[in-house]
C-alpha cells in the first residue's frame, strides 16, 4: 500500500469518526454552482465560504466549459435547483504552458509524465506513447480573461441551459487569494 493510501484512509478514518453532516440535503444549501480548475492552489471551499452541503463545485484543468461541465451545470440546475453559476479560472494556470500540439505530441511520444523546462515541455518517457490524443481538444489556455468570457459565452449560449440563470466571470489570483471579475464575461453572462 502506497504512503499516499495510508494518508487518506487514514484522515477519512479520523473524519469519519466525528461525522455529523449525514443529513444534508441532496440539493446545495446555497443554490449556486462554481466551475473552476482542478488546480491544488485553489480551495473554492475557502476563496468562496463554503460549507459542506452549500454549492456545487465543478472541476477540471483549466475549468472549461467542456461539454462534460456543461453536462454538470445543466444537471445542476435542472435536477437540484442551483439558481447562478460562476466561472472561476486563475492566474499562472498550467494550462497556459502548452497547446493541443505541443500535448498531442507529447503522448503520441509516451505516456510518461513529461518535464518543463526553460525551453518548454519534454518527454523523457520510453514509449510507447499513443496517437489518440489528436482526438481530443485539450481546451487550453492563452489569456485568462479571454478563457473566462470564451467560457461563460458558451454556457450562456447553450440550448439547454435557461436564460435566466446568471453566470459569473472570474479569475483567481493565486498570489493574493482575490477573486477578480472579467466585468465583460459577467455582462455577457447576465440573466435575461
Given at each position: 500500500?502506497?504512503?499516499?493510501?495510508?494518508?487518506?484512509?487514514?484522515?477519512?478514518r479520523?473524519?469519519?469518526?466525528?461525522f455529523?453532516?449525514?443529513?444534508?440535503?441532496?440539493?446545495?444549501?446555497?443554490?449556486?454552482?462554481?466551475?473552476?480548475?482542478?488546480?491544488?492552489?485553489?480551495?473554492?471551499?475557502?476563496?468562496a465560504?463554503?460549507?459542506?452541503?452549500?454549492?456545487?463545485?465543478?472541476?477540471?484543468?483549466?475549468?472549461r466549459?467542456?461539454?462534460?461541465?456543461?453536462?454538470?451545470?445543466?444537471?445542476?440546475?435542472?435536477?437540484?435547483?442551483?439558481?447562478?453559476?460562476?466561472?472561476?479560472?486563475?492566474?499562472?494556470?498550467g494550462?497556459?504552458?502548452?497547446?493541443?500540439?505541443?500535448?498531442?505530441?507529447?503522448?503520441?511520444?509516451?505516456?510518461?509524465?513529461?518535464?518543463?523546462?526553460a525551453?518548454?515541455?519534454?518527454?523523457?518517457?520510453?514509449?510507447?506513447g499513443?496517437?489518440?490524443?489528436?482526438?481530443?481538444?485539450?481546451?487550453?489556455?492563452?489569456?485568462?480573461?479571454?478563457s473566462?468570457i470564451?467560457?461563460?459565452?458558451?454556457?450562456?449560449?447553450?440550448?439547454?441551459?435557461p436564460?435566466?440563470?446568471?453566470?459569473?466571470?472570474?479569475?483567481?489570483?493565486?498570489k493574493?487569494g482575490?477573486?477578480?471579475?472579467?466585468?465583460?464575461a459577467?455582462?455577457?453572462?447576465?440573466?435575461?
Amino acid at each position: 500500500m502506497s504512503s499516499v493510501l495510508n494518508e487518506v484512509l487514514l484522515a477519512n478514518r479520523e473524519y469519519s469518526a466525528s461525522f455529523d453532516k449525514g443529513d444534508l440535503p441532496m440539493p446545495p444549501g446555497r443554490r449556486f454552482a462554481i466551475l473552476t480548475c482542478m488546480d491544488a492552489r485553489l480551495d473554492p471551499a475557502k476563496y468562496a465560504g463554503l460549507s459542506e452541503g452549500d454549492a456545487h463545485v465543478i472541476r477540471n484543468a483549466g475549468g472549461r466549459a467542456s461539454d462534460d461541465a456543461i453536462r454538470s451545470l445543466v444537471i445542476s440546475y435542472k435536477l437540484l435547483g442551483t439558481k447562478e453559476w460562476f466561472v472561476v479560472h486563475h492566474t499562472d494556470c498550467g494550462m497556459e504552458t502548452f497547446n493541443d500540439e505541443i500535448m498531442r505530441h507529447l503522448l503520441a511520444s509516451s505516456l510518461e509524465t513529461a518535464t518543463i523546462d526553460a525551453n518548454g515541455w519534454r518527454d523523457t518517457g520510453a514509449g510507447p506513447g499513443s496517437a489518440e490524443a489528436k482526438h481530443i481538444s485539450w481546451l487550453t489556455i492563452k489569456d485568462q480573461a479571454e478563457s473566462v468570457i470564451e467560457d461563460v459565452s458558451r454556457i450562456k449560449n447553450h440550448p439547454l441551459v435557461p436564460a435566466g440563470i446568471p453566470i459569473y466571470g472570474y479569475v483567481y489570483d493565486v498570489k493574493s487569494g482575490k477573486l477578480i471579475e472579467i466585468p465583460e464575461a459577467t455582462k455577457i453572462g447576465a440573466a435575461s
